[in-house]
């Protein structure tokens, strides 16, 4: 059974930062690309960064040279490094796998940035 684990989350003054962790269990963590969505209320998921099996990056406009995505293959854990945030990045992020025609989901880690 996949399974995607998400925490790191919390509340941060603007220009703080924060590092997310997503564990990943239930496939062979290393075949695949993961990546990092967030969902505003009211808005829809977007997405944020991705990373290719082999490491290979990118980043929504948005957060590009605030954030960064890694993997550690031996941990099976995916983290998004997120510096110098702000208020409009508030939102429950969520990490994601999509594994044959299955999209995977965890629950989620709420993130609060206050100005």
């Known amino acids: 059974e996949v399974q995607l684990v998400e925490s790191g989350g919390g509340l941060v003054q603007a220009g703080g930062s924060l590092r997310l962790s997503c564990a990943a269990s239930?496939?062979?963590?290393?075949?695949?690309?993961i990546g990092w969505f967030r969902q505003a209320p009211g808005k829809e998921r977007e997405g944020v960064a991705f990373i290719t099996s082999g490491g290979s990056t990118n980043y929504a406009d948005s957060v590009k040279g605030r954030f960064t995505i890694s993997r550690d293959s031996a941990k099976n854990a995916v983290y998004l490094q997120m510096n110098s945030l702000k208020p409009m990045d508030t939102a429950v992020y969520y990490c994601n796998v999509s594994v044959g025609s299955h999209r995977y989901w965890g629950q989620g880690t709420q993130v609060t940035v206050s100005s």
């Open positions: 239930g496939f062979t963590f290393g075949d695949y690309a």
